[in-house]
């Protein structure tokens, strides 16, 4: 294995599992602080796919200031109190299979898929990304709304 590949599963399965906290923690605080590492770790995999632009607008706008701004709002808007309402609804069970159909028929959808083992062609490099992607911004015939 390569340190790329070794680095991606670390940022996967740490995007994944925070994700995965993100949802399950009861404390709001800590929802928010997991998102950031979430967040984090999809800025690792820009960084990997060599999207730095994304990975810096990743860093700067949702961890800098979208979560940011959620920790305060939730700080200052809401009491810190322990809830009394049950973690899971009657619905849990529903969800937790659906969820797992679902996993299970993309999982199927992706195997049987007959580009799966072939390797990707290497792409050509571009001297400057970001200004090719100002330039398609900007011009007539790229993706600017008038």
């Given at each position: 294995?390569?340190?790329?590949?070794?680095?991606?599963?670390?940022?996967?399965?740490?995007?994944?599992?925070?994700?995965?906290?993100?949802?399950?923690?009861?404390?709001?605080?800590?929802?928010?602080?997991?998102?950031?590492?979430?967040?984090?770790?999809?800025?690792v995999l820009y960084v990997l796919l060599e999207a730095g632009f994304l990975a810096i607008v990743q860093v700067v706008i949702y961890i800098g200031a979208i979560a940011i701004l959620m920790i305060f709002a939730i700080m200052l808007t809401r009491k810190m109190v322990n809830e009394t309402t049950p973690r899971f609804n009657a619905n849990w069970s529903w969800a937790l299979l659906m969820g797992l159909v679902m996993f299970a028929g993309l999982a199927f959808i992706l195997v049987s898929w007959?580009?799966?083992?072939?390797?990707?062609?290497?792409?050509?490099?571009?001297?400057?990304?970001?200004?090719?992607?100002?330039?398609?911004?900007?011009?007539?015939?790229?993706?600017?709304?008038?």
């Open positions: 294995m390569t340190p790329v590949q070794i680095i991606f599963i670390v940022a996967a399965a740490l995007t994944l599992g925070s994700a995965l906290m993100v949802v399950t923690t009861r404390n709001l605080i800590h929802s928010a602080l997991w998102l950031v590492v979430a967040l984090f770790g999809v800025a007959p580009g799966i083992n072939t390797p990707l062609a290497e792409l050509p490099r571009t001297a400057d990304p970001l200004r090719e992607l100002g330039v398609a911004l900007v011009s007539p015939d790229g993706c600017v709304l008038p």
